[in-house]
């Protein structure tokens, strides 16, 4: 087992570093920072001169070797729009993204749950198969999609909620229902389809022919049993939900770490784009291991394969 954990473990970070490489050279492909940087009407000398501060000047191995070598010493860089620590500023909007990622993945796992287990319930019948169209087209719809109709529908036209900020409860409804639905949509397909095949099985037969309400031999013995697979789903979808945090709070303009993240791609903040990266693909990929290596803890058959 600790071969396995091992081994999962180093595949995550060469996973982290690989994607971490491949934005860093990616945004340099977008053009030069500088040009925004000073105001019109600068000389040819004063940009050189700001390159030269920010080391944009120096190839392109050497800037990766020093940007490396410094965030394996725990320094993320200085933004070049917001001239302050990286870490500082994702740190400061931490708390506005897990205020909407929290109820939103909260959402999404007890409507999930309780959708499938309800279509599972009553499976072939009208309302299983709406349930599982909404679920289809809740899965496939884009978030900016979504949330653009939620906008128009709730806020432009019945003006029931407002369409951007984070100071009340009413601003947190939109985004948080966007956010959830299409982790909602996979969660409930699992559910059901978890469900139908633990509803097959002989002891949860049994348990109808000694009598059991149905209620409890749905609760109680087959939809527990089915969790099983439900829960390594739940898990997964936490990568949804970060990567749908920075669609979201664009769209509804919530002050958290997915909109300074595409803000400073607009602005070609290299430092900033790549530390933001690297946290979402440091928090996916933590999510991913901890999922295998409870696999592998189950079953002696995958701990086999990395051998």
Not at 143 to 153: A, D, E, N, P, T
Not at 177 to 196: D, E, F, N, Q
Not at 214 to 226: D, K, Y
Request: charged share 15%; net charge neutral; with cysteine.
């Amino acid at each position: 087992m600790t071969q396995f954990i091992f081994k999962r473990v180093l595949k995550g970070i060469l996973c982290v570093w690989f994607i971490w490489t491949l934005i860093f050279f990616l945004v340099r492909l977008t053009g030069d920072p500088t040009d925004w940087m000073l105001p019109d009407g600068a000389t040819e000398e004063e940009l050189q001169n700001l390159r030269v501060s920010l080391h944009l000047d120096e190839p392109l191995a050497r800037q990766y070797s020093d940007s490396l070598g410094d965030l394996l010493r725990g320094d993320a860089g200085t933004s070049y729009y917001y001239k302050r620590d990286v870490a500082g500023l994702y740190a400061e909007r931490l708390g506005t993204t897990l205020r909407l990622a929290i109820p939103a993945f909260s959402l999404a796992i007890v409507l999930g749950i309780l959708i499938g287990t309800l279509a599972a319930i009553h499976h072939d019948t009208m309302g299983d198969r709406v349930a599982m169209t909404g679920a289809i087209i809740g899965y496939t719809m884009p978030s900016f999609c979504l949330g653009i109709l939620m906008i128009f529908v709730f806020s432009l036209k019945l003006r029931w909620f407002l369409s951007s900020g984070s100071e009340t409860l009413g601003q947190l409804v939109m985004p948080m229902i966007t956010l959830a639905v299409s982790p909602m949509a996979t969660i409930a397909r699992l559910t059901r389809s978890s469900l139908l095949d633990v509803m097959n099985r002989e002891y949860i037969d049994g348990a109808r022919m000694k009598g059991v309400p149905e209620w409890i031999v749905m609760i109680r013995h087959a939809l527990r049993t089915s969790l099983i697979p439900v829960v390594t789903g739940i898990g997964m979808q936490l990568g949804t939900i970060l990567g749908g945090a920075v669609v979201v709070e664009n769209v509804f303009t919530w002050p958290g770490m997915g909109m300074l993240l595409v803000t400073s791609a607009k602005q070609r903040d290299f430092p900033t784009v790549q530390y933001g990266i690297l946290l979402v693909a440091i928090s996916v990929t933590f999510v991913n291991i901890l999922i295998d290596i409870s696999y592998g803890w189950l079953d002696p058959r995958i701990r086999e394969s990395f051998k």
